[in-house]
């Protein structure tokens, strides 16, 4: 049983070491940006109405996310438990969410917080590339395709998500301060909170994870 949220600005690799950790421990990985990405592509009323906050790097208004959490973590294969990726965002979501998770009788394990110097997370964001078809990483500096513009693993073309770009990358940081960061106070005074250096390589700050969480399971 493994309960977790990755804390931490945008771009820190959260994603990244939430796939890892998923494929690792068996548990899924619930990425609520990913979900809305996904709502915009379909163009559902989800997407739709989450569309204008992300095109602006703003936060999806909490009812909107806390629905499709609470709908997500009902099911089936997150019996066993589930990596948080992205989720929650305000303190308001952190309560929504220990509220749902009490309901059943769960609660969260442990939140690891990925702490990466601004400077650094605005190189990562503005140099992040992703499959158009697949949603591959890869980073025109740190770990390109070998291939120009094209994935690796699918072949299809490789873009910048548009929310990507310095302007909106600038917001999205700001945001993080305002809203999110209060949450490494929350979940330190809930006696939940590990901290992690993001800044290193992803294999040096997987084994750190893995050492976090192998104390967990
Ligand atoms: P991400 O891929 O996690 O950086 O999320 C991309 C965008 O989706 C964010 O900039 C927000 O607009 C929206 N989003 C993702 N997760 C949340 C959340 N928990 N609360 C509010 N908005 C969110």
Same mark, same amino acid.
């Given at each position: 049983m493994l309960r977790v949220i990755l804390l931490g600005s945008p771009g820190v690799g959260k994603g990244t070491q939430a796939k890892m950790l998923s494929q690792h421990y068996l548990v899924p990985q619930i990425s609520t940006g990913d979900m809305l990405r996904e709502a915009r592509k379909n163009k559902t009323d989800l997407g739709l109405q989450a569309e204008g906050y992300m095109v602006k790097g703003q936060l999806v208004p909490d009812a909107v996310v806390v629905g499709i959490v609470e709908n997500r973590v009902g099911?089936?294969? +997150?019996l066993g438990g589930f990596v948080l990726d992205g989720f929650p965002r305000t303190v308001a979501q952190a309560t929504s969410l220990r509220t749902m998770l009490a309901r059943r009788g769960e609660k969260i394990d442990v939140v690891v917080n990925l702490e990466v110097p601004d400077a650094v997370v605005i190189r990562r964001l503005s140099g992040r590339r992703v499959c158009k078809s697949c949603g591959a990483n890869y980073h025109i500096e740190f770990s390109p395709p070998?291939?120009?513009?094209? +994935?690796?693993?699918?072949g299809d073309e490789i873009m910048q998500r548009k929310d990507d770009g310095e302007e909106i990358v600038r917001e999205r940081l700001r945001v993080y301060r305002e809203q999110t960061h209060p949450l490494v106070k929350y979940y330190e005074q809930e006696g939940l909170l590990k901290r992690l250096d993001g800044s290193l390589e992803t294999a040096v700050v997987w084994k750190g994870l893995q050492g976090i969480l192998d104390k967990v399971v």
């Open positions: 099911q089936r294969d +997150c070998l291939h120009d513009e094209r +994935c690796d693993a699918c």
